[in-house]
C-alpha cells in the first residue's frame, strides 16, 4: 500500500462520503474508488460496501482503518520528532517529580546524567505524585519519579522506601498526640491514605486538639521547630535535619515500618525515543536513584 492508500481509508472511515474525501484530497472520484480497489485486491478482502445510504465498511474495513489510524498518527509523531530535530539538535525530556525528589535528589542525578550526556535537557514538572501520575498516563511528561503505588499502563521501577516518621521538637509519647497540634502540608493522596492508616490503626477516629495547614512541607518542619505542633511525614532521600528536630519512624501495632514506595515510572502506550529510553537504562543500569540505606539504617536505629 502507498502512503496515500493509508490516508484515503482514514479520511473515508471518518466521513464516508466518496464525493467528499476525493474533494478533500484534491483527486477525482474514479481515481479515488480505483485506489480503494487496488486495496481489496491487495489484500484480498473487501474494504467497503455500498449501500442504499452510501458506504459502509466491512470488518475488514474496519480494521484496516483501525491500523490506518495508527499509521497517521506514527507518521505525524515522525515528522514532528524530525522537524523538532531541524531546529534543535538539543533533546529535551520532560520529566515529572514530586517536590520533595526534586529538592533532595534529582538536581545531583541530571547533573550527572547530562555530563554524559550534554546533548539532552530537561524539562522539571514538580507536582503532588497523583497528578504526575496523570500527565505520565495522557502523555504530557514522558517519564516521572512519584511517591506511592498507582495502579495503570506503565513500565515501574521502584527507586527505594521511605519511612513515615513523627516529627517533633521535643520527645513526644504516643498518648500525648491528640493534645498537641497537627501540622498538615500539601501531599499527595496514596502518602495521606498510609498516614491515615497508621493513625486510626493507633486513634481510631479520635481526631488531634487542633490541626493547621501549612502548605509545604519545608514550612511544616520550621513550624514545628517554632513549637507549633509536630507533623507525620516521610522524610526524603538526603534529608538535612537543620532545625535538629526529634524523629520518631512509625512503626504499626505490630512492629511492621511505616514505609511508602518511590518510583520511576514511564508509559507503555507511548513511542519512547531513544534519548528518553538511554535515560530509562541510565537509572537501571547505575542504580543512582535508590534508597539512602544509611539514612534508612540510621532511622531504624
Known sequence: MKDTDWEIIYELHKNPNITKVANLLYISQPSLTKRIQHIENEFQVAVIERTARGIRFTKEGEYLAEQA???????????????????????QIVLGASYTYTKYTLSSLLAAYRQ????????????????????VLEGSVDAAVIRGDYDGPVYQKLLGKNRACLVSKNSIEDDELLDIPLLKFRTNDKSKEILDRWWIERFGDSRPVQEMDVGYIDFAWQFVSDGAGYCLCFLPENFRNDYNLNIVPLTYNDGTPVTRNTWFVYPKSKLLSSEILAFIDYIEEHGVIKENDTYAASLEE
Open 69 to 91: 489510524v495508527k499509521y497517521m498518527e506514527l507518521e505525524k509523531e515522525t515528522r514532528e520528532t524530525l522537524d523538532k530535530w531541524k531546529d534543535n539538535k538539543q533533546t
Open 116 to 135: 554524559l550526556h550534554p546533548d539532552v535537557l530537561f524539562s522539571v514538572v514538580n507536582e503532588q505524585s497523583n497528578i504526575l501520575f496523570r500527565k
